[in-house]
């Protein structure tokens, strides 16, 4: 009777482990069949050398051991693809290979580096529409704006390329006969590039771009949420690397998500940490680095505002402050999310801005008609919540939008919020969803003021014809912001210009200028040419 009992358990369990596996089989296979990849709609992902699984860590060869995790469209919450992730193991050996691939390229003159980035520009501009097809879909930031991101990675190439035979320092006098002073600049080496999601492609492309011409190597984690987009640009990257037979560790990724990001920021052979996301992470990245004495990049957060003067070209004021407020979903961190009105005007713009919300064209991404797109995560959805019911408690009234919409996505009405205090906690926060905090003001001194009574110094602008007040603007009394315009938005820097804010936006400046400094360490050197040994400040030792 047992042998019996025992024959027919086994017979179960055996038949249930068949169920269990063939179950198991046919969700994968519904995954796999659910996943947008597979879909003939956008089999133009596989231009990109993406496939259902893709590796996470590139250094040299592709891998990945660690985490599956799955992307999905903000546009309609489906799954796109999926990416294995790094483990703590797979870092530390990325780490060492692209320490020894600095080697090699610290040796290579700068203007053949320059070279080489010029053909990262050039590989990036045949990828341009589906890259920004692909940076639509992941981020879901409308189509334009997407290749408008890669455009911006191609023209920091061209920008690099030029500085490659530009970067120096000074000789100066030297109050010593037979002595010469110079600056020399050399790379810092490994620099650690943290992104966000808003801007997959642009941030890693302003810093790699620089940091390659000035000698470095890379590192890059981008956001958990964008990893298709990081494995995609890294594969662009790393068949231009690999057809110059250079070590493709040159330019490292690993993606990840915290463990990664704390790896980077703590370990002493990351030269630079180059980080953008949120002041919050942002403080903690910054105390990580400073624990080791490390060096740090911070592009942080931003409570941008637009003040308008009584004086003001409205034809200009109305589109500047819809494009600011509303581009991206307010996802940008020069997004404008305070708008400053002056009392005799106050009104009327007020009901030209909200006419304008109502006419913005809302859909796909990836729609060429579409003007505003989904916010990126549920998260976000319940964030715009939360601070609309926060400035309704605080006073405030909505004048336009304030709900989520009935569609499938993350997509909720972009909201225009009057009769709050400028001084409002709700006003005082930054909340990275398209909520517009309309102000009244009274007199130049009060704007002033109340620009800068936030935490955050990013981006500011005035609308006026003022020359007097647009000198004060600029001026010691003006904005304490890194980025202060005049009748222009807050939003759409030029790559041209140093780009990054002050206070709580963290210090940091990438792109232009000479924000190349930042990715190099600089030495006074003293060389004596003559036969004597005067000393400085005519001192005499005999």
Known sequence: MQRCLTLTFARHSRLLLRHKLASVHCQQSAAMSGLLINQPKYSWLKELGLSEDNPGVYNGSWGGSGEVITSYCPANNEPIARVTQATMAEYEETVQKTREAWKMWADIPAPKRGEIVRQIGDALRKKINVLGSLVALEM???????????????????????????????????????????????????????????????????????????????????APTTPLTSVAVSKIVAEVLERNNLPGAICSMTCGGADIGTAMAKDERVDLVSFTGSTHVGKMVAMMVQDRFGRKLLELG???????????????????????????????????????????????????????????????????????????TKQAVD?????????????????????????????????????????APIVHTETFVPILYVLKFKTEEEAFAWNNEVQQGLSSSIFTQDMGRVFRWLGPKGSDCGIVNVNIPTSGAEIGGAFGGEKHTGGGRESGSDSWKQYMRRSTCTINYSKDLPLAQGIKFE
């Open 140 to 222: 879901g930031k409308i189509y334009v704006e997407g290749v408008g991101e890669v455009q911006e990675y191609v023209d920091v190439c061209d920008y690099a390329v030029g500085l490659s035979r530009m970067i120096g320092g000074p000789m100066l006098p030297s109050e010593r006969p037979g002595h010469a002073l110079i600056e020399q600049w050399n790379p810092v080496g490994l620099v650690g590039i943290i992104t966000a999601f808003n801007f997959p492609v642009a941030v890693y492309g302003w810093n790699n771009a620089i940091a390659l011409t000035c000698g470095n190597v890379c590192l890059w984690k981008g």
């Open 302 to 376: 931003g409570n941008n505002a637009i003040i308008v003067f009584e004086d003001a070209d409205l034809n200009l004021v109305v589109p500047a402050a819809v494009f600011a407020s509303v581009g991206t979903a307010g996802q940008r961190c020069t997004t404008t999310r305070r708008l400053m009105l002056h009392e005799s005007l106050h009104d009327a713009v007020i009901e030209r801005v909200a006419k304008a919300y109502k006419q913005v064209r809302i859909g796909d991404p990836w729609d060429p008609a579409t003007l505003y797109g989904p916010l990126h």
């Open 383 to 423: 964030q715009y919540l939360a601070a609309i019911e926060q400035a309704k408690q605080q006073g405030g009234t909505v004048v336009c939008g304030g709900k989520v919409m009935d569609r499938p996505g993350n997509y909720v009405e972009p909201t225009i919020i009057t009769g709050l205090a400028h001084d």
